[in-house]
T-cell receptor
């Protein structure tokens, strides 16, 4: 069964450093998403991406964040200058055409020290 | 704006007992509703979804949910709990905004289900 994969599973970084979280969505999917879950809190939407551009972003997704689909398979989330409050589990998800079913990856746990 | 409220952050049942996890939503347009399960240190797995077809939806692992528009609810049930059902459960909502704004999920706070032997 096809699945969404994410790397790394755990990333530790120092405050102010740049991080790139990587995702490989399901190959024939068209819609891509990033969500985050701060420990003990609910899952929050960050950004959606379609047709090589951002289609919607939340207020969390400020200028420190960017997304890219550099090739036909990867989907990345970059945080330019990490803050302590960026520590969270980051989930990538992808969705096919018109079925509303998002498939989630296993997540990347980001720890900012 | 859409929102989801899950009543009860923790639910505890005995093995073999009925599981009932409550979810109420708010949406100004017809919603699409989902239940996801998250096992410790794992990602989110879709249990079931409502996308405007049958109001009673059956999912994996014996779970089902009923969409009740008059009550704005989408409660998750399972007739007989199993130890392996212990996990955190999230209700989520989206709607068809059309165009490129598509599929953004708004999640509830989650309900941790504990199953006692």
């Amino acid at each position: 069964e096809p699945e969404v994969t994410q790397t790394p599973s755990h990333q530790v970084t120092q405050m102010g450093q740049e991080v790139i979280l990587r995702c490989v969505p399901i190959s024939n999917h068209l819609y891509f998403y990033w969500y985050r879950q701060i420990l003990g809190q609910k899952v929050e939407f960050l950004v959606s991406f379609y047709n090589n551009e951002i289609s919607e972003k939340s207020e969390i997704f400020d200028d420190q964040f960017s997304v890219e689909r550099p090739d036909g398979s990867n989907f990345t989330l970059k945080i330019r200058s990490t803050k302590l409050e960026d520590s969270a589990m980051y989930f990538c998800a992808s969705m096919g055409l018109a079925d509303y079913e998002q498939y989630f990856g296993p997540g990347t746990r980001l720890t900012v020290t | 704006a859409q929102s989801v409220t899950q009543l009860g952050s923790h639910v505890s049942v005995s093995e073999g007992a009925l599981v009932l996890l409550r979810c109420n939503y708010s949406s100004s347009v017809p919603p699409y509703l989902f239940w996801y399960v998250q096992y410790p240190n794992q990602g989110l797995q879709l249990l079931l979804k409502y996308t405007s077809a049958a109001t009673l939806v059956k999912g994996i692992n014996g779970f089902e949910a009923e969409f009740k528009k008059s009550e704005t609810s989408f409660h998750l049930t399972k007739p007989s709990a199993h130890m392996s059902d212990a996990a955190e459960y999230f209700c989520a909502v989206t709607f068809n905004a059309g165009g490129t704004s598509y599929g953004k999920l708004t999640f509830g706070q989650g309900t941790i289900l504990t199953v006692h032997p």
